[in-house]
């Protein structure tokens, strides 16, 4: 009894201790976002070693196949594993493939095989807040050094401002979004605790803050105006009891800021403007050969969609797509077509070689087909049925909002930048909506 009773506790012991090796790498997982894509992918393979070590394979197939809201990121993967088989481009279709492997291996080492406490949570969620703000304070920094040597105030807006990075202003600002959500949101019940701790919770809001308004994202500022503010108010008033003061307050606050980037002559506000003059026939024009062949990021937008819209029609893509490893080919071929050159003076690709659909949806489409696209659909708008039970619903709603407004325009599951961050906080977030955690989270 006494030699059974020492190896129950011995593989206690090892159990407690690998599930804490789990959440640091999941905590490096989270502060790898900001940096560069090779982190994050060695701190993926690190948890999976840490998976492993903790051996509850069988635990982990039990919980993969109770949780169905992981279906939909296994078999959005095998659409796309099946179309391999039918597109030409092979070695353009495995490399997408491996980009995609984070649709398996997340969900069963992470969202299955690892388990994360109210306690944890909170550390994920600080690791990526203390990421950001680094990594806002650095590109701030250089910003201004630049400035200083140049004098061309430039370098502190869009992409430029995070020039080296491998995550551009875009996505950067959609990771700010949800760290500024969790600072405003969240109850924190083990950080940021008595005044000091407060004070450091504004500091890190403050400074994020001022990073996401200069990373100059539209679509981000949008959300961040109509869809987060509205929710924080509602947060404030239901779960901090704030009175009609506080709100109109912080209404000035926001309307005061509003007004300065509207009235002064900054690039933010320039962002905003480059939209209303544009020509938006310029996107659908017959041939470009003999004519004005630069575009806003608009119309830019609204060609590629055309092109692949159009590419669908021409080669009845509707229901199995052109493969995987094909769509470059594809848009390549049509848009030279209109009169574009594909190599640069130098003999490289030109800007429009290669490039993605800036839309997750269509790009889905092109691939993989309407039941890609059908799949895809589940996948996002899914845990909108389940914001409740995750015991973070304000937190969760607008992580999947903004993710859903962002595909618009962007192919998220084209680039590490948005596959792992993605897959990462949903799947965390299915977790919660199946499993208790220690203590009911605010909501």
Request: aromatic share 16%; net charge positive; with cysteine.
């Amino acid at each position: 009894m006494k030699a059974r009773k020492s190896i129950d506790q011995q593989k206690a012991s090892w159990s407690h201790i690998t599930a804490q090796i789990q959440l640091i790498c999941c905590c490096l997982i989270a502060a790898s976002f900001p940096l560069w894509f090779n982190y994050t992918a060695i701190c993926i393979w690190l948890l999976a070693l840490a998976w492993l070590l903790h051996a509850d394979f069988k635990g982990s197939w039990q919980r993969l196949r109770h949780n169905r809201g992981y279906a939909p990121f296994l078999l959005y993967f095998l659409l796309y594993a099946l179309s391999y088989t039918y597109s030409s481009d092979k070695a353009q279709a495995g490399f997408d493939l491996t980009q995609k492997l984070s649709f398996i291996l997340l969900p069963l080492i992470l969202g299955a095989g690892t388990h994360i406490t109210r306690r944890g949570w909170e550390r994920i969620l600080l690791s990526l807040s203390l990421s950001l703000t680094l990594v806002g304070i650095f590109c701030m920094a250089r910003a201004y050094h630049l400035w200083q040597m140049q004098g061309d105030d430039e370098v502190f807006f869009y992409h430029r401002l995070v020039a080296g990075l491998d995550a551009n202003a875009v996505y950067m600002a959609w990771y700010v979004l949800f760290s500024l959500a969790a600072l405003s949101f969240y109850r924190w019940t083990s950080c940021f605790l008595r005044w000091q701790g407060l004070l450091l919770k504004w500091l890190l809001f403050a400074i994020q803050l001022l990073f996401f308004i200069l990373l100059s994202s539209r679509t981000m500022l949008m959300i961040l105006c109509f869809i987060a503010l509205p929710c924080f108010l509602h947060v404030r008033v239901k779960k901090f009891r704030w009175t009609v003061l506080h709100i109109i307050a912080a209404l000035i606050l926001a309307g005061g800021l509003g007004a300065f980037l509207i009235k002064t002559d900054n690039p933010v506000r320039q962002r905003f403007e480059d939209v209303r003059p544009n020509n938006l026939r310029h996107a659908f024009q017959p041939h470009y050969a003999d004519s004005n062949q630069q575009f806003s990021n608009l119309t830019m937008r609204l060609f590629i969609w055309r092109v692949g819209f159009e590419n669908i029609q021409a080669n009845h893509l509707w229901w199995a797509g052109a493969g995987n490893g094909d769509v470059h080919n594809l848009q390549n071929d049509r848009i030279a077509s209109y009169g574009f050159r594909m190599t640069n003076e130098s003999g490289g690709p030109s800007a429009m070689r290669d490039i993605d659909l800036h839309n997750m949806y269509l790009q889905t489409v092109l691939a993989v087909g309407i039941p890609g696209l059908l799949v895809l659909l589940v996948l996002l708008f899914s845990p909108f049925f389940y914001l409740t039970r995750t015991g973070y619903s304000h937190l969760a709603f607008l992580f999947h909002i903004s993710a859903c407004l962002f595909m618009l325009q962007e192919a998220v599951f084209q680039t590490q930048s948005g596959i792992i961050y993605y897959i990462f906080f949903s799947v965390l977030f299915w977790q919660f909506s199946q499993a208790k955690m220690e203590k009911p989270a605010a909501r």
